[in-house]
């Protein structure tokens, strides 16, 4: 779609492919334009996770902002769902997260909210993507924006109670103490690193907690949700009866029950909506999930007789079918929940929370609730391609794929997608066995291969 902002911010490597200079930029832009050209003072949020590069570019926002005579109201260290939280429930113009999420700590991003706490639409950051290239229309006879002067620049303002009445917005949604849990949480040196644990231990919990000292460069490095071992180890070595994992900016949470057993963001979807549907609390008794959820987690719902329907992979995706058909419940294997009565957006520690009130209202443990979902094997391998519509549109392709998903028939199903942020398209099998799946993958990679599709890989 865009050429900096793709389905989850304008992401790269810090100093690199996202510079100061983006981020003073981005800020110019927001500050003036949501001012409608001067005429009304605008507020913004600003929050960021524990990179090294996330106080470089804060600054640099900052900068951007006041000059062109916003206020900037910084919650400092904090994570994505606070600043949407905030930008909604406080009545901000927008609000502007700082992280590149589950990437290591070279990367960071720019994640921008609208008024309502949603991820910005198209149309707005296409003309911010039009500025930062030189190529936005400027007000008549100026080479730049505008730059506010004498009481209209912008003022800072630290905001570190707008996190707090977060912390107690979380507090407030669990409608069970947790006094008779011990539980595991791995922060990933990330933005949960104080926040998560002020949550569970003021619900009563014996907290346990890892990966609590961000040093700016430890950021999901041997941690968090996509390092799961390391918190599976943790459980089970301090026979804990529950643990919970977030990424680096705590909008994805991972659990693992109390054998040290994985429970994926499948797992949680279908343990959340068969919660909800007992409690007849699952709006249009369907569950949300994109091409990449496990047939396991389908099978599952189907014995449950929970409906589901399937989006494009990313949670903006998931959210915008959530908005326009009502359902409650949506999210990724990869930890992504959305829970719409309570957030616009995948939030880790409102999903560890509400994961909790399940295991104590069914007075079972998450081994059991998570068992009905068997995930199937799985094999995605991607290829560089030069052409990737090229490739979805060739007829040999196309038979081969239906040749394998005939071949599957009720026992798998293959997918090919393109991918939305590089040349590349990638193959999926899901089957009874892996040795199926990767015979299935490859012929699909090799016949790609044989019709002089592949593309060079720059990177080798």
């Not at 977060?166 to 669990?174: E, F, H, K």
């Not at 977030?246 to 279908?270: K, P, Q, S």
Request: proline share 2%; aromatic share 8%.
């Amino acid at each position: 779609m865009s050429k900096y902002f793709g389905t989850d911010g304008f992401r790269g490597e810090a100093g690199v492919t996202l510079t100061s200079e983006h981020a003073y930029k981005i800020g110019r832009f927001l500050g003036w334009y949501y001012s409608e050209n001067g005429k009304r003072r605008v507020r913004m949020v600003i929050g960021k996770d524990t990179r090294r590069s996330s106080y470089m570019l804060e600054y640099a926002i900052v900068a951007g902002l006041t000059a062109s005579g916003a206020d900037a109201y910084m919650l400092h260290v904090t994570t994505t769902p606070s600043v949407s939280y905030v930008t909604a429930s406080e009545s901000f113009d927008g609000g502007i997260m700082i992280s590149a999420s589950h990437n290591p700590y070279q990367d960071n991003g720019i994640k921008l909210v609208n008024a309502h706490g949603e991820k910005m639409d198209d149309g707005t950051l296409e003309q911010i993507e039009a500025y930062l290239d030189g190529c936005y229309p400027l007000p008549s006879g100026q080479s730049d924006l505008p730059f506010a002067s004498g009481d209209r620049i912008g003022r800072i303002v630290d905001y570190a109670a707008g996190r707090n009445r977060y912390i107690g917005y979380l507090i407030s949604l669990s409608l069970y103490s947790f006094k008779q849990y011990n539980i595991g949480l791995d922060c990933a040196n990330g933005s949960a690193w104080m926040i998560a644990k002020s949550v569970f231990d003021a619900l009563g919990a014996k907290t346990h907690v890892i990966n609590v000292s961000p040093d700016g460069l430890n950021i999901n490095r041997h941690a968090g949700s996509t390092h799961i071992e390391v918190l599976s180890r943790f459980v089970q070595e301090n026979h804990l009866d529950i643990g919970f994992a977030f990424d680096g900016d705590a909008d994805r949470c991972l659990a693992v029950d109390e054998n040290g057993n994985v429970v994926n963001g499948d797992h949680i979807m279908y343990l959340l909506a068969t919660e909800m549907k007992r409690h007849d609390m699952l709006p249009n008794n369907t569950v949300v999930t994109t091409v990449m959820s496990n047939l396991g987690l389908y099978r599952a719902l189907d014995e449950s007789g929970i409906a589901y329907v399937q989006t494009k992979v990313g949670d903006k995706y998931v959210y915008e079918n959530m908005i326009k058909t009502g359902n409650g419940i949506g999210g990724e294997q990869s930890g992504h929940i959305i829970l719409s009565k309570y957030a616009t957006t995948g939030d880790g520690i409102l999903t560890a929370i509400k994961i909790m009130e399940a295991v104590i209202s069914a007075k079972q443990p998450l081994s059991r609730l998570a068992a009905p979902v068997k995930m199937y094997p799985q094999v995605l391998k991607s290829i560089r391609v030069t052409n990737k519509s090229a490739v979805r549109e060739n007829t040999a392709v196309q038979t081969e794929v239906e040749r394998i998903r005939h071949e599957l028939g009720d026992g798998g199903r293959i997918l090919l997608r393109e991918s939305g942020t590089e040349p590349v398209v990638r193959v999926m099998v899901e089957a009874e066995t892996m040795a199926t799946c990767e015979r299935h993958v490859d012929a699909v990679i090799n016949k790609i291969r044989t019709l002089g599709l592949e593309g060079v890989d720059h990177e080798k």
